[in-house]
């Protein structure tokens, strides 16, 4: 364990970032979730070239009787899938994060799932999928783990892409998948498969 002293701004940052050159792997813990949120700002310009985590906190308090955010719930879920595949380079955590409870990677990956282009898959099978997964179904797709049914169309927002995703059948086969804007509703970009996380 190396210590450094002084650091200050996006000092820090930079210095993490020498380190990581040197290291094959980097866990930096913070004192609070501020500080973790500040130095993963930083590091996303300071170590552009590495697979940065951000493992955060529950931000509820231990004994509130409030489930979590979805989103942070499925930000730690992928994270857990992206540790358990080795590929990152840093991870930034707080201490709270790091005591708060995990589900054990064994029990989310039988609960993940792919789909590609052309797969022969009923559409009620993907929606039975995405609901035991933890997705909630809307009328319109706006936020991280929601999906809407239209017709032979399904809309759903994964937890590890930066935008929802558009399954379009023809019958019981995939016949498009692709990314799109949830307030034009206009295709991004398409894609030939994708694996789902839960949320």
Known sequence: MKRFFGLQGCSKAWKIDELARESEKLLIICADSKIQENLFEDLKFFAADKQII??????????EQLSPPIDISADRISSIFKLNENSWDIIITSVESLIQKV???????????????????????????????????????????????????????????KSPVRIEFFDNEIERLRFFNPETQRTISSLDSLRILPV
């Open 103 to 161: 589900l054990p990677y064994k029990l989310l990956e039988p609960i993940s799932f792919s789909i590609n282009e052309q797969q022969l898959i009923s559409r009620e099978s993907i929606i039975k999928k995405l609901n035991i997964g933890g997705y909630r179904r809307v009328s319109l797709v706006e936020e991280v783990g929601d999906y809407a049914v239209r017709g032979s169309v399904i809309d759903f927002f994964p937890s590890d892409v």
């Open 54 to 63: 951000s493992f955060k906190g529950w931000e509820s308090l231990p004994y």
